[in-house]
């Protein structure tokens, strides 16, 4: 059963300041995927991960791959209190041959403050 | 429409009445996944479409959940004999067919369900 575990699940952070959201997993994939959520709202696609060692940037934000190490970053660059949301990892397992379906994380909270 | 619709946005049932959420998804997109998002649960995958194949309906949690898809297109989520424990948030998304790289997922507002 493929497991996705995400750290932190609550971060505060000051406006201006940098971190970095892990996503780890525990099969083979490479397809992963990072959404936002709003309170109360649906998810927004961030990025799609396709193979080892992608990286992809917009704005603030820079999602990461390692499929050796199953590992997913998503590194927020001088964060801005509009980035306030929580961020999901999810992995596609399409790529062991399974129907494609998506297994999430458990979501990390980001707070930031001024 | 632009994106996935759902619908209704929110319902509140009695314990042991049935429910029906449609999803209207993206036009083009050949797949469609139900997903549920509860406080204890998280996210979870219920079921899953792609094109004329049979649906993939490992996640659906007892046989009181089933859905269809009329024509590849509109899909209906059924809850029978709804439990406190089904309330949640329904979310629909569609995309193209997996396997095309650089595919995105794309998720709809969901519908609110509380059981009471």
């Known amino acids: 059963e493929l497991k996705v575990e995400q750290n932190p699940l609550f971060l505060s952070m000051q406006e201006g300041k940098n971190y970095t959201i892990y996503c780890n997993y525990s099969?083979?994939?490479?397809?992963l995927y990072w959404y936002r959520q709003d309170p109360g709202k649906s998810l927004e696609s961030l990025f799609v991960?396709?193979?080892?060692?992608a990286v992809k940037q917009e704005g603030r934000l820079m999602a990461s791959l390692d499929t050796k190490a199953r590992l997913s970053t998503l590194h927020i660059t001088a964060a801005v209190h509009d980035l306030s949301a929580t961020y999901f990892c999810a992995v596609d397992e399409t790529y062991t041959g399974t129907a494609s379906k998506l297994t999430f994380g458990t979501g990390t909270r980001l707070q930031v403050t001024l | 429409g632009a994106g996935v619709s759902q619908s209704p946005s929110n319902k509140v049932t009695e314990k042991g009445k049935d429910v029906e959420l449609r999803c209207d998804p993206i036009?083009?997109?050949?797949?469609l996944y139900w997903y549920r998002q509860s406080l204890g649960q998280g996210l979870e995958f219920l079921i899953y479409f792609q094109g004329n194949s049979a649906p993939d309906k490992s996640g659906l949690p007892s046989d009181r959940f089933s859905a269809e898809r009329t024509g590849g297109s509109v899909s209906t989520l059924t809850i029978q004999r709804t439990q406190q424990e089904d309330s949640a948030v329904y979310l629909c998304a569609s995309s193209h067919s997996p396997g095309d790289s650089g595919n995105t997922i794309y998720f709809g507002e969901g519908s609110w369900l509380t059981v009471v």
């Open positions: 036009s083009g997109h050949t797949a």
């Open positions: 991960l396709l193979s080892n060692g």
């Open positions: 099969t083979t994939s490479d397809r």
